[in-house]
């Protein structure tokens, strides 16, 4: 069955870093786009970032662009989120999901989540 298990959350400063994983199995990783998304106490799911299934374009949402890069290694049946200068704001879990098919920021276009990993952002 797919599973997506996402790693590499933690508490962190303000301006600093962290790398998110998510190993991924059960279905052809490389013929799928992939998304983060992320939960903020009290929020509705947010999309952060998406990449097509060979890797090509990325797509990210405002609040984030310039700040983090989303990339995936097909050998290996992972994606990745890095994230640089971090903001309080940026406080949420975090969740990696399949794409049905295409890199899209629409959360229903998602059908399979991870279980997701805390980021927190301390001032």
């Known amino acids: 069955q797919v599973q997506l298990v996402e790693s590499g959350g933690g508490l962190v400063q303000a301006g600093g870093s962290l790398r998110l994983s998510c190993a991924a199995s059960g279905f052809t990783f490389s013929n799928y786009a992939m998304g983060w998304f992320r939960q903020a106490p009290g929020k509705g799911r947010e999309f952060v970032a998406a990449?097509?299934?060979?890797?090509?374009?990325?797509y990210y949402a405002d609040s984030v662009k310039g700040r983090f890069t989303v990339s995936r290694d097909n050998a290996k049946n992972m994606v990745y989120l890095q994230m640089n200068s971090l903001k309080p704001e940026d406080t949420a879990v975090y969740y990696c999901?399949?794409?049905?098919?295409?890199?899209?920021?629409?959360?229903?276009?998602?059908?399979?989540w991870g279980q997701g990993t805390q980021v927190t952002v301390s001032s």
């Open positions: 990449i097509t299934y060979r890797g090509d374009n990325t």
């Open positions: 999901a399949k794409s049905r098919s295409t890199a899209t920021m629409r959360a229903g276009e998602y059908n399979y």
